[in-house]
């Protein structure tokens, strides 16, 4: 049957996530499906931002690291990421990078399973997690190789030479999404940790990494966190490896008494010595808010809305744009799918191009996908009807075959 917008409006008054749209600054006439790689602004950053600047820094200078609680961001925001990943409490903290933090984790697997080697992961992971690696085992120079495959091929890709396991929850490239649970499972029955980035579906779903049984996980802040381009990272470490797994990097915000200035390095309890440098406080406060905001939803709706959103613009497609080349490379099972869709299309560059000159904004994945995100709290299904049409518009009159289109930029 085909969906008419007056059916998608309907949904949309029934959504029990709508009110959330108010809280996100969204310009008029945008249609963003761009949220799993750089969320929406939520509308209480601005004042929170101004108020550190010009308060806690402006007046209260060095002194608000105390009266303003800077020293105890990381682990305050990262024990509220923590709920939202289904981490135990002390397992989470905020700190640097995805890629710093990936080195953190493998390298600290690695080493708990010395006599191991190998290090599995996906040919088609994001490729910072498999530059992280391959640094490591350079820096390691102790014959450790770095072993990719494909999907498919997990979890019987894990055989007794695998130290550790490296996978993406949620395919930037695809949308496809493993069972966390399935292959831990299997690692840990074949004797190997697992390390999970978690940067596709951290605040998009319900996660469960302690009912997974988890090692290590990872993931960033600007995705469905909604924490601002560059948003400081997390890591999560499984209470059961806390007293041997170390971090490879040590800086003195993970030491046990960083004010004690102490010449030799002296880890902190817990999930506290993870952390490394001075953490980027103006960044922090930003991320917080938008987890707050994460936190306020039901990631159960959230799940829901989403996959009924994958449903709806895949029908959309289907209906609209038959014959225009756009071939599905997202699963069609909706257990084995996060929180986007993606097509494969010969000329997938100048048409998202195109598409981002008319204020629908998607984005494109080397060398031939368009990827396009659903962000529950702020994106309505009529969105959906509209960005499709004008989808449509672009195809059959050609437009995305302007030169200007197909420019390449640095940032795809």
């Not at 506290?272 to 808010?289: D, F, N, Q, R, Y």
């Not at 998202?352 to 031939?368: E, H, K, S, T």
Request: net charge negative.
């Amino acid at each position: 049957m085909p969906i008419t917008r007056a059916q998608l409006e309907a949904l949309d008054r029934d959504d029990p996530l709508r009110l959330f749209r108010d809280r996100f600054v969204l310009p008029d006439g945008v249609i963003y499906l761009d949220g799993n790689s750089l969320g929406a602004m939520p509308k209480a950053i601005p004042a929170r931002v101004r108020s550190l600047v010009e308060e806690e820094w402006g007046k209260d200078l060095i002194r608000s690291w105390n009266t303003h609680g800077w020293i105890d961001l990381q682990a305050r925001v990262g024990e509220k990421i923590g709920h939202i990943i289904g981490a135990r409490e002390g397992e989470t903290v905020v700190c640097d990078s995805t890629t710093v933090n990936v080195f953190k984790a493998v390298s600290a697997a690695l080493a708990l399973h010395p006599e191991r080697k190998v290090v599995l992961s996906e040919r088609s992971n994001f490729p910072t997690d498999l530059y992280a690696v391959e640094s490591l085992i350079r820096s390691l120079g102790k014959g450790h190789k770095l072993e990719l495959f494909e999907p498919r091929e997990f979890p019987d890709a894990i055989d007794e030479n695998t130290a550790c396991v490296l996978l993406t929850h949620v395919s930037y490239r695809t949308g496809r999404m493993y069972d966390m649970h399935a292959i831990t499972k299997t690692a840990h029955e074949k004797g190997a940790l697992t390390v999970w980035d978690l940067c596709h579906s951290a605040g998009a779903m319900p996660l469960d990494l302690a009912g997974a049984n988890y090692d290590f996980a990872v993931g960033c802040g600007y995705k469905f966190l909604n924490g601002g381009p560059g948003a400081p990272a997390f890591i999560a470490v499984a209470r059961k490896h806390q007293k041997l797994a170390m971090p490879a990097i040590s800086g003195w915000f993970g030491h046990a008494s960083p004010f004690a200035f102490e010449s030799s390095y002296k880890p902190a309890d817990g999930i506290a010595c993870w952390a490394v440098g001075t953490p980027p406080i103006l960044s922090l406060a930003a991320l917080e808010v938008g987890v707050d905001l994460a936190l306020e939803a039901s990631l159960d709706a959230c799940r829901a809305k989403s996959l009924r959103q994958f449903e709806v613009f895949d029908h959309l497609v289907a209906q609209e744009l038959r014959g225009h080349g756009f071939t599905l490379v997202s699963p069609s099972n909706p257990a084995e799918r996060g929180s986007q869709i993606c097509y494969a299309h010969e000329h997938g560059w100048p048409i998202m191009q195109c598409l981002i000159a008319q204020n629908v904004i998607g984005d494109f994945r080397a060398p031939d996908i368009d990827r396009f995100g659903f962000t529950p709290l702020y994106l309505g299904f009529a969105e959906l009807w509209d960005a499709v049409q004008v989808l449509r518009r672009i195809m059959e009159e050609r437009l995305w075959d302007a030169p200007q289109f197909h420019a390449r930029a640095k940032v795809t």
